[in-house]
């Protein structure tokens, strides 16, 4: 089966047919960074990883650029109100991004531009703009330099919209404005911003708008016509939209690809901070291990809508654990036998056609947890052989999806988790059963395994001791 993306311009499935044959070009909308990541952050960072890594499995040689927006309205109004240089809070912030993202193993992108590093790029795309009649300079005296939306017919074309159905864009003053709806390329510097957040160009000093950034760093490290571009669903109006036909008016082809991963909600609510109901990086990671938060994040389709809610970190810690409990015990079981070496790392048909519909994830995901419960129902009858075979799948899977309890990546992951305790807490019961055992009290050895049994732990007595699974 080839890999079909749903392709939000086209609005349906689509054949993934690479540009160059071989290689895939992926632009993915990176963060601003004006503030700590929450979970949405998270969330669309793991889907595009999850693409780039079956992008690789599927044998092409993947250039993934995710840009840092280090300059923006946003980033100078938090960095007054914090009494800091504002590239000193950009920098502080997208340090904390980076960690969050190392920490729940996505892996980091080929190229990751700040967009101060490519003001001449975005100076070039506005002077095309301009001279071919798509942009002007306001009037006004103010520097700034908008998009002439009226100019371009094609504008609306990502988000299938009339331009006389459009609000108004609020990026900037609209006293010189044409219309409206025209959108900031150039902002000229206005007083009180700071010196150093200001640049020369032909209009005067001043700044990019927030739209010609990605516009700027995408052809340039991927070239004026390139595969993929991606980003949450929440920047497909104005910022994707905007990015397209101002791109698309200088004359670049632009994106092969248009993909959009759904948002968050918590408890049933939209996420936003006037709610107070933000979920940042750092309640996750206190809250659960980092590949069980991994494991969460990546649990529903990538364009689906992912709730948060009480109890989510604990079911990902749940399903998680039948893996992990399959994979330590079918490792040891196997161990010494003439089966130890003959596991063969193996990507069964369902597995790969779930995730070549559009990276169905749950559905991969679901003949994952098969093959789990395959392998024990092997290991119970002592076949060998079928278990080994099965521990292959499993690996095979829990790779690609970067969800490998056994991956060095998590070697230091379980520090201060559920999964310690968890661990800590059946491992202390066990302690007590074979006291009791040697006591020759089997009545509370007896209850002991029977309580661990109701809490989803199967407890394996073997001559060198108890070994347990977490079944779930």
Not at 66 to 77: E, G, P
Not at 141 to 162: I, N
Not at 225 to 236: A, C, K, M, T, W
Request: net charge negative.
């Amino acid at each position: 089966m080839t890999l079909r993306l749903y392709d939000s311009q086209a609005r349906t499935l689509r054949d993934f047919e690479p540009l160059v044959q071989g290689r895939a070009g992926v632009y993915v909308c990176g963060p601003t960074v004006q503030s700590s990541p929450h979970i949405g952050h998270l969330r669309s960072a793991l889907a595009y990883d999850q693409l780039r890594r079956w992008l690789n499995y599927s044998g092409l040689d993947v250039t993934l650029v995710r840009n840092v927006t280090d300059i923006d309205d946003k980033v100078l109004v938090n960095a007054a109100a914090s009494g800091e240089p504002w590239w000193a809070l950009a920098y502080r912030t997208e340090l904390e991004f980076t960690a969050a993202y190392n920490t729940i193993g996505i892996l980091p992108p080929t190229y990751e531009p700040r967009a101060t590093a490519s003001i001449p790029e975005m100076q070039q795309i506005i002077r095309r703009l301009v001279d071919a009649g798509h942009a002007y300079a306001a009037e006004d005296g103010s520097g700034d330099v908008y998009f002439d939306t009226v100019s371009w017919p094609s504008y609306g074309e990502l988000t299938h919209q009339k331009l006389a159905d459009m609000a108004s864009a609020e990026d900037s003053d609209p006293r010189g404005k044409h219309d409206v709806r025209d959108f900031a390329l150039w902002k000229g510097h206005k007083e009180g911003e700071p010196a150093t957040a200001s640049w020369q160009s032909p209009w005067g000093a001043g700044r990019p708008g927030w739209h010609i950034e990605c516009s700027a760093m995408s052809t340039r490290y991927l070239g004026t016509q390139f595969d993929i571009h991606g980003g949450g669903l929440d920047l497909r109006f104005p910022h994707h939209e905007n990015e397209l036909a101002q791109s698309r008016a200088a004359g670049d082809a632009f994106a092969n690809y248009w993909l959009h991963n759904g948002l968050v909600s918590v408890n049933g609510q939209k996420m936003s901070k006037s709610l107070g109901n933000s979920v940042y990086a750092a309640d996750l990671l206190a809250a659960a291990r980092p590949l069980v938060v991994r494991y969460y994040l990546g649990s529903a389709h990538y364009r689906s809508n992912l709730e948060y809610q009480d109890g989510s970190l604990a079911e990902a810690e749940a399903a998680l654990g039948r893996i992990e409990g399959f994979l330590d015990r079918a490792v040891r079981r196997l161990e010494g036998t003439r089966f130890a070496s003959s596991t063969v790392e193996v990507v069964p048909a369902e597995f790969r056609t779930a995730m070549d519909d559009d990276l169905g994830v749950p559905q991969a995901l679901g003949v994952l947890h098969e093959a789990v419960r395959d392998g024990n129902t092997a290991l119970d009858a002592e076949d060998f052989s079928e278990a080994a075979r099965l521990l292959g799948l499993v690996l095979a899977m829990t790779s690609i999806l970067g969800i490998n309890p056994h991956d060095p990546v998590w070697a230091s992951a379980d520090q201060s988790s559920t999964g310690t305790a968890l661990k800590a807490l059946v491992e202390q019961l066990l302690d007590d059963r074979q006291t009791a055992r040697k006591a020759r009290d089997f009545a509370t050895a007896d209850r002991i395994r029977d309580e661990l049994g109701q809490a989803g732990i199967t407890i394996e007595d073997t001559s060198t001791g108890a070994h347990w699974s977490f079944d779930g």
